[in-house]
T-cell receptor, first 118, second 113 residues
């Protein structure tokens, strides 16, 4: 079964610094991968997704992620953190050859809380 | 824009009560999902539905049931609420296509006393 590991439950950066949130997946076949963001007391919002096209994926709010098959990673980055980026971030995986039985199920990582200091 | 709505943002119930959480989506999505979210555990799938009246257990179905009588509505039922079901509950929907992402509702924070 596919799984996702997010390294670091909490990440703290200064405003203007690089944001790097780590995600590794386990799958024998490269899956579809997603990053979601959750602001306090809200549901999850899609940041970006990898669906086997370009390995460098650009998302909303200046975030991007690079799919690296050799490292089974899909790390999320942003060159310059903003105070409004403070939130919890979730990486999720869906098997590529889901066929007719997965029904779009996702497996989520444990989440990484990003704190941005002034 | 896809919209997923949940009937309550906050809910307080007593142990042993029957609890209904309602979710409605307006984009004609085939798939709907119920998750619970707890600190440090991420999102865990309780149940999902891929069509009207069709449902399948997720990873943690014990103590829960679901109902999907109409395509746009997916209900989560706690037959006899217990304190360990205090959590944030998130509903999501998606198309049947493999590339489609899930769209989430705002969540219901349930407290069982």
């Amino acid at each position: 079964a596919q799984s996702v590991t997010q390294l670091g439950s909490h990440v703290s950066v200064s405003e203007g610094a690089l944001v790097l949130l780590r995600c590794n997946y386990s799958s024998s076949v490269p899956p579809y991968l997603f990053w979601y963001v959750q602001y306090p007391n809200q549901g999850l919002q899609l940041l970006l997704k990898y669906t086997s096209a370009a390995t460098l994926v650009k998302g909303i709010n200046g975030f991007e992620a690079e799919f690296k098959k050799s490292e089974t990673s899909f790390h999320l980055t942003k060159p310059s953190a903003h105070m409004s980026d403070a939130a919890e971030y979730f990486c999720a995986v869906r098997p590529l050859n889901a066929g007719g039985t997965s029904y779009g199920k996702l497996t989520f990582g444990q989440g990484t809380i990003l704190t941005v200091h002034p | 824009d896809v919209k997923v709505t949940q009937s309550s943002r906050y809910l307080v119930k007593r142990t042993g009560e029957k609890v209904f959480l309602e979710c409605v989506q307006d984009m004609d999505h085939e798939n709907m999902f119920w998750y619970r979210q707890d600190p440090g555990l991420g999102l865990r799938l309780i149940y999902f539905s891929y069509d009207v009246k069709m449902k399948e257990k997720g990873d943690i179905p014990e103590g829960y049931s679901v109902s999907r009588e109409k395509k746009e509505r997916f209900s989560l039922i706690l037959e006899s609420a217990s304190t360990n079901q205090t959590s944030m509950y998130l509903c999501a929907s998606s198309t049947s296509g493999r590339r489609g992402e899930q769209f989430f509702g705002p969540g219901t924070r349930l407290t069982v006393l």
